[in-house]
């Protein structure tokens, strides 16, 4: 096996996949990126078992062949090199070396064999091709919901509730539920999966300039994106997904419109004096007006501030988890924020203005707490 490639283009490319280099494993060749030689390209492979990421980088190819080469030093030796030109190539039983300008270096290899194999998903496979700026945006704007609940694993990821005239991306923890929805992704019929939020942190990640069309492959057990030269794989949670649709409030009739960051940076203000336990803040809302409040009797801390609001409705106090709140507002892009109560009780429903573009597209659900 021998090649020559850029040290910068072949760092990039380890780095890509990098992130499914597992922390620690039972099985030592996890351990290593699989180098297999093409038609003038080095694929690159690493995997933990459960995720598996594979990018393409152009070399000059002198002579074919494939090994598994250590992770941990061959990232560590490619960030200490200049740019410039590399050739690697295999000596001998189990080694193989790193030629540069005024220097090399010589590493242990393993037999490529021994790298599992690495399972996709079969012939029947639902396919969808999904906007890369589209999915980077709702997995951003949901993957902060999702929970982590080994009692209710299907509630740990995002889910994709793909239909003919639309695709919605769920999270929920229970305690706040957000829905983003994009029409530009249909498919010819309905279906669904639920991505862990582990791989779906790294794709959102790999997802770096948001262009071109990420190819979406999946089954019963396993999902595949294809973006440009890279390919990512991994096991889908196996679970029926709850139906949200069914908890989103539909007659909320007291509504408040506020500065979105207005809001948000005052919710954080008076959370400060809250109990560091509960985390609960207080909303008094008369018409003109918001009254946000929290308070810890046992330090005799206390907080208030009071903001002039365009607010229709009875009066009304509620509290939530302040979070929570800052969770959803923190993560919305919209610059008017739209928050809808039935009464202290239930569900409150909050939402980016409707002359803002982002109103259809996302939906956030943050359930109140008692107050006394």
Not at 249 to 257: A, D, E, F, G
Request: glycine share 6%.
């Amino acid at each position: 096996m021998e090649f020559i490639v850029s040290s910068a283009e072949l760092l990039k490319g380890v780095l890509n996949v990098s992130k499914a280099i597992p922390a620690k494993t039972s099985l030592p060749i996890l351990e290593n990126f699989l180098f297999v030689l093409g038609e003038g390209r080095l694929d690159i492979t690493a995997s933990d078992q459960e995720l598996t990421l594979r990018t393409s980088v152009s070399v000059d190819v002198k002579e074919g062949g494939s090994i598994a080469v250590p992770a941990r030093q061959i990232i560590d030796l490619l960030k200490a090199l200049p740019d410039q030109p590399l050739t690697i190539k295999t000596k001998g039983e189990g080694s193989f070396e790193c030629l540069w300008n005024n220097g090399n270096s010589s590493l242990p290899f393993f037999p490529a064999a021994d790298f599992p194999e690495i399972k996709t998903v079969g012939p029947d496979a639902e396919r969808v091709v999904f906007p890369a700026r589209s999915l980077a945006d709702g997995i951003s704007g949901t993957i902060y919901a999702t929970a982590d609940d080994e009692m209710r694993p299907a509630m740990n990821g995002i889910f994709f509730d793909i239909d003919t005239a639309s695709t919605t991306l769920v999270a929920s923890d229970s305690h706040k539920l957000i829905c983003y929805t994009t029409s530009d992704v249909q498919a010819a019929q309905k279906s669904a999966f639920i991505l862990h939020k582990k791989p779906a942190a790294v794709l959102r990640s790999l997802l770096d300039k948001e262009e071109g069309d990420v190819e979406l492959s999946f089954d019963g057990t396993g999902v595949v994106f294809n973006y440009g030269t890279t390919m990512m794989v991994c096991r889908l949670i196996v679970g029926k997904y709850p139906k949200y649709r069914d908890v989103i409030p539909q007659n909320n009739s007291n509504v408040l419109r506020i500065d979105r960051v207005q809001l948000l940076n005052t919710v954080r203000r008076v959370s400060v004096c809250a109990n560091k336990a509960s985390n609960h803040v207080k909303l008094n809302l008369t018409p003109g007006l918001l009254e946000i409040t929290a308070q810890d009797l046992g330090f005799a801390l206390a907080a208030y501030e009071k903001l002039e609001c365009d607010y229709a409705g009875d009066n009304l106090t509620i509290g939530f988890k302040s979070s929570f709140l800052v969770d959803i507002l923190a993560n919305m892009n919209c610059e008017t924020v739209v928050m809808k109560f039935m009464d202290a009780r239930r569900a409150a429903l909050i939402i980016p203005s409707e002359e803002e573009a982002e109103s259809e597209k996302i939906c956030g659900i943050l359930m109140p707490i008692m107050i006394s």
